[in-house]
């Protein structure tokens, strides 16, 4: 008869084995390549070589890829999750890489017109995922890659800007200018200012700046901007729903803001935000004694109810309708000029501060999809 302490490490065994497939901790995967015919699932992942990052579907639905310490630094299906359950990552026998689930049609990651064959998706330890063509002379070349398709982050030596062997422009870039922008819907609310001889921009703090090595390129083949951490940690950029432009390490025990576009209203230029002239002003005294809704809507986040508003002469305020910020209520009273919050969920038109009595503009705040840009 089996002993007891046999059955107890049988037990054990299986109980690790059943841990080790079904963690979402990087070093668990046993490869960084995906070859024609073989699949990821949620119960797999694919690491670089030295377990600096990897690629996995999370359960959220999302074709991640993450750091060793789960910190995600791009998602590619963010608008379209699947069925964490039946998510399948694939590679077929003639290049096409792609992800199907259960009930929706398959996403098309890369699909050439032509069958491809000899292809590999790899994931390299600068974190980008990359598919590639190997050619029988031994050489390789390019199909593509998740640099390409930036999301809210941006991490060491991943560009932002134009190639234009591939003809890809993922980010709009102003070569004269050479700034990094932060737009929404094509709108620029913060600049960077020029890159100056000593390395920095002039409208980000020095103290942030100094850590790090910006790689600007301009030639025939590509406009590009890239950084690199001078001491080879970690660090990556992201940019909030509202537009806060944030460097941070893992687990954000180190962090730092490079730009606040959500602090502009419109009438302040300090820092490189972008002042704008009104389309119309308004004075007068708010009060809300008498004040009368005359139109609701429950899509517009907090950025369009603002917008709305301005731009409507009988709008004097608007009200959140859900605690997420979603939502609003407009209202109609004495007439007033800017918005300002004055309350957790209600918004209202009031005088601009002293601080700012010769730039007024229209008010804003950055909310997704927003996006920095050079």
């Known amino acids: 008869m089996i002993s007891y302490e046999i059955k107890k490490q049988v037990v054990l065994i299986y109980l690790w084995l059943w841990w080790i497939t079904s963690t979402n901790i990087c070093v668990n995967a046993t490869n960084d390549s995906l070859k024609p015919g073989d699949t990821l699932n949620s119960n797999s992942k694919l690491r670089s070589k030295q377990d600096k990052y990897c690629l996995l579907i999370n359960k959220g639905g999302y074709l991640t890829i993450a750091t060793v310490n ?5 998602f590619y299906n963010r608008n379209q999750p699947v069925d964490v359950n039946s998510a399948v990552l694939s590679l077929n026998y003639t290049g096409v890489l792609k992800i199907e689930s259960q009930n929706r049609k398959p996403i098309i990651i890369y699909s050439s017109p032509q069958p491809i064959n000899n292809t590999m998706a790899t994931m390299l330890d600068t974190g980008n995922f990359v598919l590639q063509k190997f050619h029988p002379n031994g050489t390789k070349s390019l199909l593509w890659q998740s640099f390409d398709y930036p999301d809210d982050t941006l991490i060491p030596t991943m560009k932002l800007g134009v ?3 591939t003809g890809h422009n993922c980010l709009e870039w102003e070569p004269k200018q050479g700034e990094l922008n932060i737009k929404k819907r094509g709108k620029v609310y913060w600049k960077s200012g020029k890159l ?7 409208n980000i703090p020095v103290n942030v700046q100094r850590i790090y ?10 406009d590009s901007f890239a950084f690199e951490v001078k001491d080879g940690k970690f660090i990556r950029w992201f940019i909030t729903s509202k537009g806060r432009l944030i460097s941070a390490d893992e687990g954000e025990i180190y962090s730092a803001d ?14 490189g935000l972008i002042a704008r002239r009104p389309s119309r002003e308004k004075a007068g005294r708010p009060s809300r004694d008498n004040s009368t809704t005359f ?9 369009d109810c603002k917008m709305r508003c301005w731009k409507n002469c009988s709008c004097n305020g608007f009200q959140e309708l859900y605690d997420n910020g979603t939502g609003c209520i407009f209202y109609s009273w004495n007439s007033t000029q800017y918005v300002e919050v004055v309350s957790n969920t209600f918004y ?7 601080s700012a009595p010769n730039s007024h503009g229209t008010p804003f705040s950055v909310y997704a999809p927003v996006k920095f840009s050079v």
């Open 70 to 74: 789960r910190t995600g630094v791009w």
């Open 163 to 165: 190639n234009r062997k």
């Open 196 to 202: 100056k001889s000593n390395g920095l921009f002039e």
């Open 213 to 222: 090595q910006y790689i600007i390129v301009s030639n025939k083949d590509e």
């Open 258 to 271: 490079i730009a606040n576009a959500d602090k502009c209203y419109g009438y302040n230029s300090d820092a």
């Open 295 to 303: 139109e609701e809507d429950v899509t517009y986040s907090y950025s």
């Open 348 to 354: 209202t038109l009031v005088k601009p501060t002293k």
